[in-house]
């Protein structure tokens, strides 16, 4: 009866509270660099988004990304980011 607790991350595009296995980490590193952490375990600043491209374009809309990882994103860095999402 007392299953094991799934944690709940919320999605930085759709504001929405979902498993966190059905979410993607975007780390921002120490070394200012960003990556698609598919492992969850990445050093670094991490903002979850659906595995969605659409999430990621309205995460871009309306800069829940760039709030929660609490910088700048260049443009070339979002390109890279929304291939590796697809």
Do not use: W
């Not at 660099?33 to 598919?38: E, H, Q, R």
């Not at 991490?46 to 709030?67: P, Q, S, T, V, W």
């Amino acid at each position: 009866m007392n299953g094991k607790k799934i944690p709940q991350r919320k999605c930085v595009g759709c504001n929405e509270m979902k498993d966190k296995s059905l979410l993607v980490r975007v780390v921002k590193t120490p070394e200012d660099t960003f990556l698609v952490d598919a492992s969850g375990r990445a050093n670094g600043r991490g903002a979850y988004i659906c595995k969605d491209i659409e999430c990621f374009h309205k995460a871009m809309k309306n800069k829940g990304l760039e709030r929660s990882l609490k910088c700048k994103i260049p443009e070339d860095i979002v390109k890279r980011l929304e291939e590796e999402m697809i």
